[in-house]
């Protein structure tokens, strides 16, 4: 009596999970009409809290509500039930994505995909890793995409399913056409239309229909498009009515491509009935176009004004996805940079050493602290003199180093002829400095001399303390060592140098990622200090990657002179934050390389 009895589904239960994959809408009528069970009975009511989700989904239904989604995933991840845990975990990350939820989506998805890997549901493997890949492909993320849709296409084959063999046919062609692989992109869409025409499977052969429109399309290939396009529209039009739109859409951007007005027009505004925000975003650019290019400025207005309203509804589900999280939570895809297992091994112990070092550093200067309150009277004396000539000598080599880099700036004419100008006066002070600087460590050098006579011996703490001040001037040009190796193994800020492109809005977000990474902490300092805007953050990042300002205006798609004056505006504000601003003479360049 007191050993657990097997559970057994309630028979509508049974009935509807036999029927939800070859006839899903009859399993829905099933559970639709069955008598949902109490929450008291925690496992059927959690299996009909699934069931009732993934039939819902089958249907192409939107999910609206993640609460019956949520009570299965609960009661599932404390069982010893690995399919329908994983089942949950995936039904989860659809009906986030349906709500937009695009980063918690992705954690679900490779939640479920490691769980799944436990089992040999094929199925649900391949359905994990096709919408995985999806969500990286509609954000730009090829090769995580690819990896994604490459695990979905081994599954399809174990399974000998010809709609999902197809289905992941057409899903390489779209990472082809990501990649601009135009040939490979014809040959996988091609190679989906055949299994699913030969499989009579009119879901992926509209999937396939409607994607290898954009390869023909791309390839002013507007005849082949228009076939493919009326194809999609007649398959739609019996059997999947919610679809048209987005194929209107197609219909209407081909016929302007090929200058007939009329017919253009009255596709795109079909196109238009429709809830989805990405269709309604492309089809009132165009038709803004279209109306500009006919002359029709009021109408052309009006569709500029409805297209502004669909992006910023596109932006703010894009942006609710942060990629940077997911790495986070899954330590296989963090910085996506690193291409192979030896680069990341490196990088993280790269940055585990300059964390070591910088506690060396923090306990050195606090035991330095503690040392001046302690010492007498003399010795105290020395020690300051010592930590003074050492100081300037950090001073000094920090100084030189600037110089070089000035100094190859000004060579090389970099930047317009007021930045030179300012460099040539920053290179000039810094100069000074160094030459004041000689003539104090002379004066700091007789001072301990004579100290170190009346005392006639140094004794441990001051002998310990000259190797302490040693070890850090060490320590602190290790860590600049350290950083350019860093910066030289992380392709993203590496290749900003070597082949600058174009710095757009998610590449930004990894750079401030990385740059964290180099520098602990340095955009959450930059914000905190001085309150600065995504903008001048990017500035910083790229000053502090000493890069000239040609290669700064190619990175920001400006001129260098106008690089020149974004550096001035961002030395005002940076001033407005401190106590003592810096100088007219003294460079923002100058100040950051040492912040």
């Excluded at 269709?279 to 004004?305: F, M, P, S, V």
Aim: charged residues 25%.
């Amino acid at each position: 009596m007191c050993t657990e009895q097997p559970k057994e589904l309630l028979p509508e239960l049974s009935r509807a999970e036999l029927l939800m994959q070859r006839c899903p809408n009859s399993a829905l009528a099933v559970l639709d009409s069955m008598e949902v069970p109490s929450p008291s009975d925690k496992f059927q009511y959690a299996t009909w809290c699934l069931l009732i989700t993934q039939a819902r989904d089958k249907n192409y239904i939107k999910h609206i509500s993640d609460s019956l989604i949520n009570i299965a995933l609960d009661y599932f991840e404390k069982q010893n039930d690995p399919v329908r845990k994983a089942t949950a975990l995936y039904y989860e990350g659809r009906v986030n994505h349906d709500l937009n939820n695009a980063e918690e989506a992705a954690d679900y998805y490779l939640r479920a995909r490691d769980a799944a890997k436990n089992t040999t549901d094929y199925r649900l493997l391949c359905l994990i890793n096709i919408h995985l890949g999806t969500l990286y492909a509609y954000r730009g993320l090829a090769d995580l995409a690819l990896k994604a849709y490459e695990n979905a296409y081994d599954y399809s084959i174990q399974l000998k399913d010809s709609t999902l063999i197809s289905n992941s046919y057409s899903c390489l062609g779209r990472v082809s056409t990501l990649n601009n692989d135009w040939t490979k992109g014809l040959d996988y869409y091609k190679k989906a239309i055949g299994i699913a025409e030969q499989a009579g499977s009119l879901k992926a052969l509209t999937l396939a229909y409607g994607e290898i429109v954009t390869v023909y399309r791309s390839l002013s290939m507007l005849d082949s498009c228009m076939y493919y396009l009326d194809k999609s529209k007649k398959i739609e039009e019996k059997h999947n009515i919610s679809a048209l739109p987005q194929t209107y859409l197609g219909i209407g951007e081909t016929y302007y491509c090929m200058g007939q007005s009329d017919s253009a027009y009255f596709y795109l505004e079909k196109a238009l009935n429709t809830t989805n925000p990405y269709t309604k975003q492309d089809a009132t650019q165009t038709l803004y176009y279209l109306c500009r290019d006919l002359g029709k400025y009021e109408d052309a207005i009006q569709y500029n004004e409805q297209y502004w309203i669909y992006k910023d509804s596109v932006d703010n589900i894009n942006r609710s996805s942060e990629i940077a999280e997911i790495q986070v939570k899954y330590k296989q895809e963090k910085l996506l940079n690193i291409n192979n297992n030896l680069e990341n091994k490196l990088l993280w112990g790269t940055i585990i050493l300059l964390v070591i070092i910088s506690i060396l550093i923090y306990f050195y200067q606090h035991k330095l602290l503690k040392k001046e309150r302690t010492i007498q009277e003399n010795r105290k004396q020395l020690e300051m003199s010592i930590n003074h000539l050492h100081e300037n000598e950090n001073i000094i080599y920090e100084n030189e180093t600037l110089i070089k880099a000035l100094s190859s700036q000004i060579e090389d004419h970099v930047g317009s002829q007021e930045h030179i100008n300012d460099q040539m006066k920053e290179f000039e002070r810094i100069r000074q400095n160094n030459a004041s600087l000689q003539s104090q460590n002379e004066i700091l050098q007789r001072n301990i001399e004579k100290y170190v006579s009346r005392l006639k011996e140094k004794g441990e703490e001051l002998k310990t303390y000259e190797r302490l001040v040693t070890e850090n001037t060490y320590l602190s040009e290790r860590q600049r060592y350290l950083c350019s190796q860093l910066i030289k193994h992380i392709n993203i800020l590496n290749c900003l140098k070597s082949n600058p492109e174009y710095i757009d809005e998610f590449r930004c977000s990894e750079i401030f990622n990385l740059m964290n990474i180099v520098y602990p902490n340095l955009i959450d300092r930059l914000r905190r200090d001085f309150s600065l805007t995504n903008d001048d953050l990017l500035i910083c990042c790229l000053i502090k990657l000493q890069l000239n300002n040609s290669i700064m205006a190619e990175l920001l798609a400006i001129s260098p002179s106008s690089v020149t004056k974004r550096k001035q505006r961002l030395k005002e504000r940076i001033n407005q934050h401190l106590e003592t601003p810096l100088e007219g003479e003294r460079s923002i360049d100058a100040y950051l390389w040492k912040y």
